[in-house]
């Protein structure tokens, strides 16, 4: 079982920046393939960003290219959304993903508001 546990949201305004961290259970968190998906308030879940796998290679919704960028530390079993340029439309329940063995795993969720 792995648990995934997000941190790092709260209320900022249009054109700050906050950092998202996911704490991620487990002793091969290096194999975990890591990604950010939101949910806004009346909306489906949609994909933010991703590692190909645990390789180095990153995919981004067009929505956040060039404003989010995905990172991880596997020595801290930790994987990071850094978000600029936030925009009201950012705003949504930021939720953790990892892949392991063909299962995913969800964390919580934190609330990212950003007021225009």
């Known amino acids: 079982q792995v648990q995934l546990v997000e941190s790092g949201g709260g209320l900022v305004q249009a054109g700050g920046s906050l950092k998202l961290s996911c704490a991620a259970s487990?002793?091969?968190?290096?194999?975990?393939?890591m990604g950010w998906f939101r949910q806004a308030p009346g909306k489906e879940r949609e994909f933010v960003a991703r590692?190909?796998?645990?390789?180095?290679?990153?995919y981004y919704a067009d929505s956040v290219k060039g404003r989010f960028t995905i990172s991880r530390d596997n020595a801290k079993n930790t994987a990071y959304l850094q978000m600029n340029s936030l925009k009201p439309e950012d705003t949504a329940v930021y939720y953790c993903?990892?892949?392991?063995?063909?299962?995913?795993?969800w964390g919580k969720g934190t609330l990212v508001t950003v007021s225009s």
């Open positions: 993903n990892g892949r392991v063995s063909g299962m995913d795993y």
């Open positions: 590692f190909n796998g645990n390789g180095g290679s990153t």
């Open positions: 487990g002793r091969t968190f290096s194999s975990y393939a």
